[in-house]
């Protein structure tokens, strides 16, 4: 099989092609992102000059506390839950919180980010919407339970304590834009890579190369064979970028629609582990706690989904008895 149209051409030339037909969209990409950032951003410090964050930090604080959390730390949810990564990148760095919060927050976001979007893609390839949501969901809050318990705890300052100080508007608009700026070129360098990356790896056959080796390790997570490939491209494109490549495989007819539902159990909980977790190991979060929680879970929803599948056909399937004479 090809790996592409220029099969033939010198492998200098190959890779000069794989890189030029990577730059239009990713630049188109990054800066649909940048744009949404600097909107998500200026908004926060907008609501943070006027109290609103203090506000919210006090009605949510309870609710956060129990997962070792501020309330502030909600907006970081709900900027990942209903938009993506980098909205919840955006309002991390406006927070003072440290490495252990920084953490939890990462994870929770990884398990539930870009959800409407990202729901409609993993619907669109056969899976339950809803069922898609409240695991993602459930994810996010069961594995921010268990670092909570694991970590070495820290002191939570809570929202009706913390002293809120205001700088002059001046200073704000300064801080704003430097923090704004820099973490817009990180997007646009990090995007750029990621995408030539992707362009490479499957102009070179790596991706496919890749699938086959990985077989034994799906099995541990308890994913058929045929998800290889998909598998990598959830985990290095995530389910927004990779979904024209998931929705073609599946609507060819190249992997079952029961095999496409484990896998989106699986990367409901854990994908996009290339791109979004470079941005939250930029602000600090551990790399390994990241990986191995969200791994964890997906291992069990997919063992669970299984487990459900053998007791509906089991239900179903009539035994046959021999007649009583």
């Known amino acids: 099989m090809r790996s592409s149209e220029f099969e033939y051409l010198p492998i200098p030339a190959r890779a000069i092609n794989a890189i030029k037909s990577a730059i239009n969209p990713a630049m188109k990409t990054a ?8 909107t998500v951003s200026l908004a926060v410090t907008v609501f943070q000059y006027f109290g609103i964050v203090a506000w919210l930090a006090k009605l949510l604080n309870p609710l956060f506390n129990l997962v070792g959390l501020p309330g502030e730390s909600a907006l970081v949810f709900i900027s990942g839950y209903f938009v993506n990564i980098y909205s919840a990148i955006t309002v991390v760095v406006t927070l003072d919180i440290g490495y252990r919060a920084i953490t939890i ?24 919407a809803l069922r898609m949501v409240l695991l993602r969901t459930t994810a996010s809050f069961v594995s921010a339970f ?20 205001t700088l002059p508007l001046k200073d704000i608009a300064i801080n ?33 190369l890749l699938s086959k080796l990985l077989r034994p390790i799906l099995k541990i997570f308890g994913l058929p064979a045929k998800t290889s490939f998909l598998w990598i491209v ?28 484990l896998l989106n159990h699986h990367i409901a909980i854990s994908h996009s582990n290339l791109e979004d977790i470079s941005l939250f190991l930029s602000i600090g979060a551990s790399l390994w706690w990241m990986l191995i929680i969200r791994w964890i879970l997906a291992a069990i929803a997919v063992w ?10 089991s239900k179903y399937r009539l035994p046959f008895k021999e007649q009583k004479i």
């Open 176 to 208: 704003w834009s430097i923090s704004t700026s820099v973490l817009a070129i990180k997007m646009f360098v990090l995007i750029l890579s990621l995408n030539i990356l992707q362009k490479l790896l499957a102009e070179f056959g790596v991706i496919r």
């Open 31 to 38: 800066w649909w992102m940048v744009r949404l950032t600097v």
């Open 234 to 261: 959830a985990n290095i494109l995530g389910l927004a970028y990779g979904a024209a490549v998931m929705i073609e495989e599946t609507e060819q007819g190249k992997i079952s629609k029961n095999d496409v539902d």
């Open 304 to 313: 669970l989904r299984r487990m459900e599948n053998n007791l509906r056909q």
């Open 146 to 165: 268990i670092l909570n318990w694991i970590l070495p705890a820290e002191t939570i300052v809570s929202a009706e304590n913390k002293d809120i100080i």
């Open 105 to 128: 927050l990462a994870v929770m976001c990884l398990c539930s980010h870009n959800m409407i979007i990202e729901t409609a893609v993993q619907k669109k390839t056969g899976s339950s």
